[in-house]
């Protein structure tokens, strides 16, 4: 009888976990990131571990170490990641993910956020149908700044701890929790004061709602497809417009689309790759699909109707949250002028504003906040000292009265303190140093002070 080869029969297995990608295909379709993250998690590592697994399978990838990977960006090294974990999963559809297969088509500038952003709503939606969290592609879009579901503003401050994040190879809590201090995020504003971009972009619904719209179909669009785009045409797209009779001429295109007109002619010759915030204006005004403009084959035209006009008003390409750091220096001057307990993020939560971002402009007020910090923790921490060395003189007494020796491991047990803590330390030099001055042996001392009691 011929002996069989079990290995034969054996189904190839993946070098990590097959986890299905969340919402492929819909406006919710995950990030790669967000995909990466919940890998992790099933494996119960970090996120750089896996990244590790998937620098080890080849050539490594995000050599440079001056920041975190953007994995959803469109370039070559991300889409690279891809597919490494395309094939580490054993999933074609990890391949639908992130933006990396647009690279070379689309330009990384003004394509991404710098920091996350989540709708609450949205959390708690998943959370609701039992979906695990994850960070839907297009909160990481730099232009998609309503949820195109619940209309409100996308949050990027934690509500606890006021800190944004950036993508973080230490992120290793659940993703609907503050990466700092793990503030659960799934939360209804209700009745809460609007945050700082809630204000901001409270002019800006009509517009906002109608790019969240383009943006959600392009992503429920591509999260389909595994392929690399074909290069964007956009001369057509701009020439079939005015041949629709949309716009008049390319200069009516650029004003409408709210897009200088040295900006349109640089997309329609082709010179530079248009970012996605650009290629989402010049779809909304020609009326077209955008993830047609990048595959043809997606191209049949939906209706969705004329673009609002404010959308020439709203410069995306500008810099749109302004600070009047006039207002906020002086608010923070006086705080620091009132005595009362000032720290970097308490400001930052009372002014609105991002603790980091404030410390970088408010100049020399920074070092008086942190210097009166330091004076005042130095100042709690004498005291607490103090207090101690009284309590160490007390268990010395006791001790003694009780005819065992005051070693310190004694006095620490005494007092349910680590003897070997730094201030337990201190303490006691101070406490031995005040018995020695007194010139009395500490025993009948403390005998004594136990007496009286
Ligand atoms: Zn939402
Ligand atoms: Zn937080």
């Known amino acids: 009888m011929d002996t069989i080869d079990y290995k034969l029969d054996r189904p190839k297995r993946s070098a990590l976990f097959s986890i299905a990608p969340i919402g492929l295909g819909t406006d919710s379709a995950e990030s790669l990131e967000s995909y990466t993250c919940r890998l992790a998690q099933a494996h119960f590592t970090t996120r750089h571990a896996v990244e590790q697994v998937v620098n080890g399978a080849g050539a490594p990838l995000y050599v440079d170490k001056s920041g975190p990977p953007r994995l959803d960006a469109p370039t070559e090294v991300a889409h690279q990641f891809g597919r490494r974990l395309a094939e580490l999963t054993m999933r ?61 503003v996308l949050e990027t401050q934690c509500p606890c701890c006021n800190r944004q994040s950036v993508a973080s190879n230490s992120w290793s809590w659940a993703i609907d929790h503050c990466p700092w201090c793990n503030k659960d995020l799934a939360r209804r504003r209700q009745g809460a004061t609007p ?96 993830a047609g403009m990048l595959y043809p084959q997606l191209a049949e035209v939906e209706v969705r109707g004329p673009p609002p ?67 005042k923790r130095k100042a709690k921490r004498s005291e607490q000292v103090k207090a101690l060395a009284v309590e160490v003189t007390r268990a010395r007494g006791a001790l003694v009265a009780q005819s065992l020796a005051p070693s310190a491991r004694q006095i620490g047990k005494f007092l349910q303190v680590e003897h070997t803590s730094p201030l337990m330390r201190e303490a006691m030099k101070i406490a031995s140093s005040q018995s020695s001055t007194l010139g009395t042996p500490p025993k009948t001392l403390s005998a004594h002070a136990e007496a009286s009691h």
């Open 92 to 152: 074609q559809d990890v391949l639908c993910l992130g933006l990396g297969r647009l690279a070379g088509r689309i330009s990384t500038m003004h394509t991404l956020r710098k920091y996350r952003a989540w709708c609450g709503d949205c959390f708690c939606d998943a959370r609701a149908a039992s979906v695990p969290p994850h960070l839907p592609l297009v909160w990481s879009l730099a232009d998609y700044h309503r949820c195109v579901k619940h209309g409100q």
């Open 195 to 290: 945050s700082l971009p809630h204000l901001a972009r409270r002019h800006d619904v009509e517009v906002d709602m109608f790019g969240a719209k383009v943006l959600a179909e392009f992503v429920t669009e591509i999260s389909q497809i595994s392929e690399s785009p074909l290069a964007c045409d956009a001369s057509a797209v701009v020439h079939s417009a005015i041949s629709r009779g949309l716009v008049r001429h390319s200069a009516d295109f650029a004003d409408r689309a709210g897009l200088s007109a040295s900006t349109l002619h640089t997309v329609v010759k082709g010179t530079n790759n248009p970012s996605l915030v650009i290629l989402m204006r010049i779809a909304a005004v020609a009326d077209v699909s955008l």
């Open 309 to 375: 006009q404010a959308l020439r008003e709203v410069g995306r390409l500008r810099q749109n949250r302004t600070h009047d750091w006039n207002v906020i220096r002086q608010g923070a001057a006086n705080a620091l002028a009132s005595g009362q307990d000032v720290t970097l993020r308490k400001l930052a939560r009372e002014l609105m504003v991002d603790q980091s971002y404030l410390a970088s402009r408010i100049g020399n007020l920074r070092s008086e906040i942190v210097q009166q910090g330091r004076e």
